[in-house]
Structure formats: C-alpha cells, structure tokens
C-alpha cells in the first residue's frame, strides 16, 4: 500500500496548475464565450475545492471530469456562431418517421405527434417529476459516493459521465438538430437565433404554478443539440455506477428514473426515439471506455496517478 501523499495546500505543481487552469478559463470565457454569473461561480468553486483542505481536493478531483463538463456545456452558446455544419431541421423529422413511423388515425405519424394528440396530467407529472433529474441525481449520487469514502468509484462515474458527454458534444457539432418541438412550432424554417423552449414539459410548470422549465430553458446553451439525446444517456450511466454500491434503493429509484426520463424525452417533444436511442448508445460507449480504463485493458497513465492519490491504498 502506497502511503498518503502529504497535503501541500500550495505546493509548486498545484500553484502551476492553478494559474495555467486559470488562464485558459478566464480567456476562453473573457474572449470567446462571454462571462455570467455561473462562470465566475464555477471558477471560484473549482479553486476553493482544489486549495481548502486534503478532502476539499479529493472531492475536487472525484468531480473533475465534471466540472470539465461544464466548461464544454456553457461553450455550446457559441456553437452557432463557428459550426461549419448545416442544421439539420426537417430531415431529423423525416429519419424519425422512417424507421419509427406507424399508422395513427390514417396518417403515419412519429411517437412525438401521437403524444401530442393523447395528453395526459398523469404524463405530465410523470414527464415532469423526473425529467429534471438529470442534473441532482449525478450530483447527490457523487456526493453519496465522496462522504462513504468511495473516492475511485467517484472519478470514474464522473470520468464515464465526461466521456459520454465527449461524443454527445461531438454529435452536437457534426449534426446540428432541431428538436421536435422547433419542427412542429417553425416548420423547416431556420431562425438561428432561437431561444430554447420548454415545449411540452410547460404543461408541468401550469400544474405547479411556477415556470421551473420555463426559465431553465430559457438559459439554454444550444437550441439545435437535440441529436444526440444525452438525457437518456446520463441516467443510464448513473444506474451503471450504482449497482456497483450494491445499494438496492439507488439502482431502483435510478432505474425507475432512467425509464421515466426516455418516455419524458419523447412525450415532451424535446427529443425523437432515433436521438434517445443514439444518446443510450453514447452512454455504452463512454462506458466501455471508461470501464477499459479502470480494468487496465489498456494503460491511461494519468487515470493512475489520479486513482494514487486520492486513494494510495487501490493501486497494485
């Protein structure tokens, strides 16, 4: 068993690491992104982790992959303005109806469209209780993972999640996709500028009587990310990691949660069955990545290094 490196809260290669993460960050946003509240946040959060104490700089490491998720997720607002790719608009639509079209009072129509003419409250609840639980349930479940000491288990949830995220980001670039809710609402009409829209899931902040989708959406980054879907990919991943804590109440509320969040996908007209498919294979790939990493199937040096100290007594 490897010793535990001593905490040096400023030691030179931190100090280095520091100022060189600081000067990429604060370029990238300052000249190219733009600076919001949230970015300053996340900086200073980033810095407080990795210069507070020995376990604020585990916690930061474990979430690492994450916040390097969102540094890419808050650079898509800018997508629009670099992408060389065309938006795809009607022929996301006309692919959907091909392969998962059927015959629905004389017309073929996609799962979308039939949803949009059987409405239900109880699907709206249903849609709306756990469609937002993409984002808590990681976050809770990696804090779950940091405070019962499972440090490695923590970076490589978070490092699945980011690699996930990676060919998600890469789908995102190379096909520009317009949601179901934009074709329904503009037809094959490009308006670039577009802000996002809570489509169907507007329904659930009526029942609640506060616009909770309504103003997340309203701070959304890329209208035309719809292809890949990674909503369905995240609690897939999620459930993965959880069955290794054998925890029976995390697998079936994460389980429960990665069914209820593919159906709210579709029923709110935010995503077609052909992305929420691509998003779970998204989601299988950054797995088996992430899984070769850690069996070693092949060597990631720096994967090790990272393992070593926030947890010396895991490396053989």
Known sequence: MSPSPEFNRFGKNWIIAGVLFSLIYWLW?????????????????IMLFFFG??????????????????????????????????????????????????????????????????????????????YITWAPFPILFGLFLFFKGKYKLLFDFWLCFLMANILGFIGYIVYPAAPPWYYFEYGNQLIVDLQSNAAGLTRFDDLIGYPLYSNMYAQGTNTFGAMPSMHAAFPLILTFYASKTKNKWLIGLFGISLFAIWFAAIYSNHHYIIDVVVGIICAIIGIIITESIVNRKFVVSWYWHVIDYIMPETKN
Do not use: M, W
């Open 53 to 130: 104490t020995r376990k604020s700089r585990i916690l930061g490491i474990g979430f690492f992959p994450f916040f390097t998720y969102i540094f890419c997720y808050n650079s898509l607002k800018v997508l629009h303005d670099y992408n060389i790719f065309k938006i795809r608009i009607e022929e996301l639509y006309n692919i959907e109806l091909a392969l998962f079209g059927f015959s629905y009072n004389g017309s073929i129509v996609t799962l979308c469209e039939y949803f949009n003419q059987n409405l239900s409250t109880f699907c709206d609840i249903i849609a709306g209780s756990f």
């Open 29 to 45: 946003f300052t000249l190219i992104v733009g600076i919001d509240p949230p970015t300053i946040g996340v900086y200073f959060a």
